[in-house]
């Protein structure tokens, strides 16, 4: 059964830093891997999306990588602002469905 | 562009009483849809979804049912809500691979 695990649980940097938010999974056999955004009390943001056959995608200041064989996925953030401070969730394909991690709690501070 | 629609966006019923939550998706013909609820402290957990009309998966048992009556018109159904029925129940949906998901239904079982 596949398991995703995000670490760490919650991040809090001053502005500007780069920061690397890590997520893991137990079956190296995925689809793809999916980061969404989520703001307190709303839905969710795809932020990228990386097919298995890919090792990064890049969005502005965002860029994320996989390791199919090490079963690992980081995002990278640059030049941090505040208004990134959101919850960020990993998500692994498997055919049409979607296992989620339980998230990174980022909070980034003037 | 595709958009998606969830209503309501809170809702407060008593143990025992009925649900229905209505998601329906826009700009789009015949996507997967995806009923996922997050509880407090948890992660995403995926309830049902439907790769066409009439067609539904489940991914747990529980109280809860889903229905898709039309091509984008997806239903969350319960006949008598439980205390552990309350959460934030997101709906998305996806045609290729990455999934979009909408605004959320706070559900709180009183």
């Known amino acids: 059964k596949q398991e995703v695990t995000q670490i760490p649980a919650a991040l809090s940097v001053p502005e500007g830093e780069n920061l690397v938010l890590n997520c893991s999974f137990t079956?190296?056999?995925?689809?793809?891997l999916q980061w969404f955004r989520q703001d307190p009390g709303k839905g969710l943001t795809s932020l990228l999306l990386?097919?298995?056959?890919?090792r990064e995608q890049t969005s502005g200041r965002l860029n994320a990588s996989l390791d199919k064989s090490s079963g690992r996925s980081t995002l990278y953030i640059a030049a941090s602002q505040p208004g990134d401070s959101a919850t960020y969730l990993c998500?692994?394909?498997?055919?049409?469905?979607?296992?989620f991690g339980t998230g990174t709690r980022l909070q980034v501070f003037p | 562009s595709q958009t998606i629609h969830q209503w309501p966006a809170t809702l407060v019923q008593p143990v025992g009483s009925p649900l229905s939550l209505e998601c329906t998706v826009e700009?789009?013909?015949?996507?997967?849809l995806y009923w996922y609820r997050q509880a407090a402290g948890r992660g995403l957990q995926l309830l049902f979804y439907?790769?066409?009309?009439?067609?539904i998966s489940s991914e747990v048992p529980q109280n809860l049912s889903a229905s898709r009556p039309q091509d984008r018109q997806f239903i969350l159904s319960s006949k008598k809500l439980l205390l552990s029925d309350s959460g934030f129940y997101l709906c998305?949906?996806?045609?290729?691979?990455?999934?979009?998901f909408g605004p959320g239904t706070r559900l709180t079982v009183t």
């Open positions: 998305a949906w996806s045609v290729m691979v990455e999934q979009y």
């Open positions: 079956d190296s056999a995925i689809y793809n």
């Open positions: 990386i097919q298995s056959s890919q």
């Open positions: 998500a692994v394909g498997n055919t049409d469905k979607l296992i």
């Open positions: 700009g789009t013909s015949n996507p997967n």
């Open positions: 439907s790769v066409g009309i009439g067609q």
